[in-house]
């Protein structure tokens, strides 16, 4: 199960997924794909998905309360921005021990470190998506490699001990500074 959770609009490239997701199935025919979101270009996307003959493959779930729960499911999960801040979801895939691959655009380099806790690809680069994930598939050690170093990365740099101890250092900080 190959998967992306986001907004189906020109920013998070849902395109690039669908057409990396055809060249995917073609090497792996039992590949699954989900889209967990909706937005703007969910006509575009359905028709796109249709006009490469992957309905039977496809999942576009709309808008759901708890995108965790597909997460679980996913033996890969996707960001594919052509632009991004945090991203936010990057964290959650690793939490979830999901291999992640992502665009190296803006700020998804700070947090997905190429070949270590993610793997990443060029912006618009459904090429590189279907070989990286490919790859993933073929490769367990790096994937179990890139599944270990995300869930400390995340548990050591997200984790809810050191942003309440820098908070707390935060305060004192200011506190002596009046």
Known sequence: VVGMVGRLSKQKAPDTFVKAAKLIKEKIPN????????????????NLISQYDLGSSFLITGWVDNSTAYMKIMNVGMLLSRWEGFGLVLPEYMACGIPIVATNVDAIPN????GVNGMLVNKDSFVGVQKVCTGLKNDTELKDRIIASAK?????????KRV????IELYKNLEKQN
């Not at 947090?111 to 190429?114: A, G, L, Q, S």
């Open 31 to 46: 590949a699954f794909f989900l889209m967990v979101g909706d937005g703007e270009l969910r006509d575009q996307i359905e």
């Open 164 to 167: 309440a101890k820098e908070s």
């Open 152 to 160: 400390s990365m995340v548990k050591n740099k997200f984790g809810a």
């Open 111 to 114: 947090i997905v470190k190429d």
